[in-house]
């Protein structure tokens, strides 16, 4: 049941604020106990961290019971700045090369740019995690954040499984043509920031984010918009009230109805948060009922972009 969501790990590597070593460790354990398959990482989150979270984390548990998404490319300075993205064939087996080290395997099960490199083609890059393929140190490639274009370029290359892309109730901008362009092909989706990095979980308390948290710099959280969003909440709150569910597993199950194809990934950081996630696979929703959360939050309502205006200007698709 529970194979239908993942769980992404960037939270408990400091990106939202401090994190509880020992709980991100047993949220680990619970997903897996819980039959989450999936775990989605990136060789950037908190500078390597993240990868060695997961690497104790999964010390000692059969390689058969997960799979592991990582995402690669982004370039980081030492003050944490961002410096770009590097997509060429030597940096991709470099990178590759670091993960498998960190994690403490053999293989990743998909491998992804974290973004397009507009210096390198993409059909470079996917050349390269190709012949990582070929000799055994990838299972499968992913995309992440790309539009149809360079969704078409890089499966002519190698067969691609599936695109990781932002999709929530108020970020529907792969409705347009993304979607569409991964049925055809047969690709799947992992939909991160499914409850838009807590805004739509029903728990946000309404201030603005704290020092150390990187949800303040993005515009759906700066206080000329936050109030606004929040009350899209409200509404959201209403609808789950009355369906008996609470208004984080209303906003997953809504991305769970929109496709087979999709597998929405849960960013829990605690037991907690994760138990009152897995519910969500319980909750079905109905055509009335989801004409009824398209009437409360239409698509394009909420305000602010999803990332700031440079990281916007990174992607294919917008909000």
Known sequence: MTKTLGLGAMGMSGVYGPSDRAESIATVHAALDAGITLMDTGDFYGNGHNELLLAEALRGRPRSEYELSVKFGALRGPDGSFGGMDGRPAAVKNYLNYSLNRLGVDYVDVYRPARLDPDVPIEDTVGAIKEMVDAGFVRRIGLSEVGSETIRRAHAVHPISDLQIEYSIISRAVEESVLPTLRELGIGMTAYGVLSRGLISGHWSGGAPAAGDGRAMQPRFAAENLGHNLTLVDALRRIASAKGCTVAQL????????????????????????????????????????????????????????????MMAMLDVGN
């Open 251 to 310: 906003a997953i199950a809504w991305v769970l109805a929109q496709g087979p194809e999709i597998v929405p990934l849960i960013g829990a950081r605690t037991r907690e948060r994760l138990t009152e996630a897995l519910g969500a696979v319980s909750v079905s929703l109905g055509a009335e009922e989801l004409a009824e959360i398209e009437q409360a939050v239409p698509r394009g309502s909420a305000r602010g972009d999803r990332y700031p205006t440079a």
